[in-house]
């Protein structure tokens, strides 16, 4: 039995395919079209999906949609009247989409998929719900959602037994934790539904000398239930601010411009924005738990990507074991609604646990060698695995920026050994030179350490044998190791680690141990391999622009290395070589036709 399920229409617009309750393939849209955050119909990674799956569309049996467009429609339009005439722009912008495609959705699907196939819908959060506690490893687990909004939710728990999902309570809009966190990011001057993550990299530099004054525009209860101060708030009738006056006037200062310099100001108000954040997470946790008194946690929604938040709630709560899967954001509900139809609608047993996040498309040699070459690019062919290793090893070694390119992509925002740039974490100006020649991003962003899993407990404190593959908890660095890995070590002296074994990550813990005999340091940097307001690079033309056009050194590609760097003439030439190679091959496998 197959069952797709797709996510759109928000942000993030992704799909997955589950055959008898096996994930066989699940991928964002925006790393196909190289549209960051892509929101539209997810066109290519459903055709991805089904060619993995060496199905069409006509042999699914169930498709799914991951929220309810009338509910949430009620929820738009019952706002807009609520706020009437603030709401005018909403109105005039966002009803003749709702009038003319979102109100027929199923018929929006069909025609998008060629197929008279009915459209399931499944509630947004829970959804969330089911991609967190459908694919863990836990037998029954405490469910917490958090996000903006779905229809009329906003935060939610629940319990999860078996194939079953049963949601105790829901915190609803315009009170909203996710919704809060934007405004803080959106007043910092970075992208909302984008850089939130920025806000957590820049907190540890500040003080947070600003929670009392948040605490005024949130009322925190000992539940972890929150009410926002709407006097401070906008996004009850506006499409473009998240704040009014009234929060900038609280705080002393005007919106941050975006590429403004960020000052002490904004350090300490990221500071106490996240600390704050941090307290109604780990609130709601505690009492989640006291009500429920399970050992294990499933957190799903975007708000379950703030790392730091996760590790607080795992110290702090009462919950011995926590799981959160990789795309824990919007493009993780298109797993959640194919899991939940599977296992909870037809009552099928579990049988998958999501160990790895790697459901993306793989590329042979063959293919790489053929659209690399086309290309124009100069590609060293090394079919010995250990020597491909010890070279690469040296030359991280030398300090050198790897581009890392191997096996199926991964899932959700993280890179994880697959589409990575690898450094050397002992060098300690080694994640200024990644942010400046390769990144091109912020100087105070972070970079996460992968760690040999057998030795993550002799560097960072965590106890022996503690698995966390998805780079999504924060533990301290061991004082006497932040010397030793000093850029992967952040100002607060924690660091966002990725476990890593050779069961589920291969070559790529292979390569981290090869580096691990020759320097006694089972660590390296590891960041997604693209650079700044680009998604992470799927195919190897991708990969191949992105190390042209950056300080990348090498490249190291399947079996190839790629160290030449063509002239722009030569580049240009062989790009439009390629990228018509790719289209054709592409449309030939079905992605991207019309």
Aim: charged share 25%.
């Amino acid at each position: 039995m197959n069952v797709l399920g797709i996510s759109c229409y928000y942000h993030d617009a992704g799909a997955a395919l589950v055959r008898d309750g096996q994930l066989i393939a699940a991928a964002e849209e925006e790393r196909f079209n190289r549209k960051k955050h892509y929101s539209d119909f997810p066109e290519l990674a459903i055709q991805y999906c089904l060619r993995e799956g060496g199905i069409t569309i006509d042999e699914v049996d169930h498709i799914g949609f991951y929220e309810k467009p009338f509910m949430k429609f009620n929820r738009i339009l019952e706002t807009i009247l609520t706020c009437w005439p603030k709401t005018y722009m909403s109105w005039i912008k966002g009803m003749p989409q709702w009038l003319g495609q979102k109100l027929n959705m199923s018929r929006d699907i069909q025609k998008h998929l060629r197929t008279d196939k009915d459209i399931l819908f499944c509630q947004h959060h829970l959804s969330h719900a089911a991609s967190a506690f459908l694919v863990s490893p836990f037998e029954e687990a405490a469910i917490i959602t958090a996000d903006g909004v779905g229809e009329w939710t906003t935060t939610g728990w629940g319990i999860g037994r078996g194939n079953r999902i049963e949601m105790k309570k829901e915190l609803r809009f315009p009170h909203s934790v996710g919704l809060l966190f934007s405004a803080i990011t959106a007043y910092l001057g970075f992208r909302v539904n984008d850089a939130e993550w920025k806000v957590m990299g820049l907190a540890p530099y500040g003080r947070p000398n600003y929670v009392d004054k948040f605490h005024e525009v949130v009322d925190i209860k000992e539940d972890g239930s929150i009410r926002l101060n709407m006097k401070y708030f906008a996004h009850e009738y506006s499409v473009r601010r998240m704040f009014n006056s009234r929060w900038e006037q609280l705080f002393g200062q005007p919106q941050r411009r975006p590429e403004a310099p960020l000052t002490e100001f904004h350090e300490d108000i990221a500071c106490s924005g996240q600390k704050v954040v941090e307290e109604i997470m780990v609130a709601m946790a505690r009492h989640v738990h006291e009500q429920t008194g399970m050992d294990n946690v499933c957190i799903g929604g975007g708000v379950g990507l703030n790392c730091v938040a996760n590790w607080r709630i795992l110290q702090e709560s009462g919950f011995k074991n926590i799981f959160i899967q990789p795309a824990a954001g919007d493009s993780g509900g298109a797993l959640g609604t194919a899991f939940y139809i599977y296992n909870s609608v037809l009552g099928h047993p579990r049988t998958f646990t999501m160990n790895h996040a790697c459901w993306g498309p793989s590329f042979t040699d063959q293919e790489i060698e053929r659209h690399l070459s086309t290309a124009g690019a100069t590609l060293e062919r090394v079919d010995d695995e250990a020597t491909l290793l010890d070279r690469t090893v040296r030359m991280i070694e030398d300090g050198k920026v790897v581009g890392w390119f191997q096996g199926r992509m991964e899932f959700g925002p993280r890179a994880l050994g697959s589409r990575s740039l690898l450094a050397d974490a002992r060098n300690p100006k080694m994640k200024d030179i990644i942010n400046a020649k390769v990144k091109f991003r912020e100087p105070f962003r972070p970079f996460a350490p992968a760690i040999l899993k057998e030795h993550m407990h002799e560097y960072f404190e965590a106890p022996e044998g503690m698995d966390l593959p998805f780079m999504l908890l924060v533990p301290k660095v061991r004082q006497d190791k932040q010397s030793v890995i000093p850029a992967v070590t952040h100002k607060d002296g924690t660091g966002r680690v990725q476990t890593v074994t050779e069961e589920l990550n291969g070559r790529y813990y292979r390569l981290i141990r090869k580096f691990h005999e020759r320097t006694g340091i089972p660590v390296l940097i590891n960041t997604s391999y693209n650079v700044r307001g680009e998604p992470i690079v799927c195919t190897p033309l991708d990969a191949y622009k992105t190390f042209v056009n950056t300080g990348i050194d090498v490249m190291v590609i399947g079996n190839f290395i790629v160290s030449e760097k063509p002239s722009d003439v030569d580049f240009e030439a062989g790009m439009r070589r390629s990228v018509e190679l790719e289209s054709a091959s592409l449309l030939q496998a079905g992605v991207g036709a019309t």
